[in-house]
């Protein structure tokens, strides 16, 4: 799986869009790019995923570069239960044994 | 996610001792897995398992021992528990069906080895 880099830390304000960036400058065509974020000592979530075009759920919003090599994952009204560590991760698609790989992520703290 | 729940939620044990952490899912899914975590880093695979007659070791299965008892469990043991074994540890399941691609976890397990 191709390795992704993302800041360490970033701060946002509550009711202000978060934008997270990574970098995946190695990602292969068969690559997916995962979101998960884990808040304190809880269990990892996934957020979104995306291979080529934009995505939006009800959490959040991926926007992938058009040649992929860095994507922006988008929280449209950061809350305080916005805080959290959140995971860029690049995934290959016909991945059968789904063995995530949890990089440093970036620490994302939202204030009021 | 409520789906899946894992038990106990914390355990402290003795150096020797053996012990399992259980998880369930009520989501359908055919694949689980077990990881831990460890303070400030990210998550290593234990063992991983795509349906009941099928188990896998991940990158850190030694002094651990897993049984998929039903679709529905997965049971992560420790067979001689041992300090550097204290962490945080995850279930998370997915489904074949959709490429397996998207996981769900359980709220975790805090184990302290003394």
């Known amino acids: 799986d191709a390795k992704t880099t993302q800041p360490t830390s970033m701060d946002c304000a509550e009711g202000r869009a978060a934008n997270l960036p990574c970098n995946h400058s190695?990602?292969?065509?068969?690559?997916?790019v995962y979101w998960y974020r884990q808040i304190h000592s809880q269990g990892p979530q996934y957020i979104i995923h995306?291979?080529?075009n934009n995505e939006t759920n009800e959490m959040a919003s991926l926007i992938i570069t058009e040649d992929r090599k860095s994507s922006t994952l988008i929280l449209p009204h950061a809350t305080l239960r916005d805080t959290a560590v959140y995971y860029c991760?690049?995934?290959?698609?016909?991945?059968?044994?789904?063995?995530?790989?949890f990089g440093a992520g970036t620490q994302v703290v939202v204030t009021p | 996610d409520a789906d899946v729940t894992q038990t106990p939620r914390n355990r402290i044990t003795k150096t020797g001792k053996r012990i399992m952490l259980e998880c369930s899912q009520t989501k359908g899914h055919d694949r689980m897995y077990w990881y831990r975590q460890d303070p400030g880093l990210g998550l290593q695979l234990i063992y991983y398992s795509f349906d009941v007659k099928d188990i896998n070791k991940g990158e850190i299965s030694d002094g651990y021992s897993v049984s998929r008892q039903a679709q529905a469990k997965f049971s992560l043991s420790l067979e001689s528990a041992i300090p550097n074994q204290t962490a945080l540890y995850f279930c998370?399941?997915?489904?074949?069906?959709?490429?397996?691609?998207?996981?769900?976890f359980g709220p975790g397990t805090r184990l302290l080895v003394l």
């Open positions: 995306g291979l080529k």
């Open positions: 190695t990602i292969s065509g068969n690559e997916y």
């Open positions: 991760i690049v995934r290959i698609a016909t991945d059968s044994w789904g063995k995530l790989q």
């Open positions: 998370a399941t997915s489904d074949s069906d959709r490429g397996g691609k998207t996981q769900y």
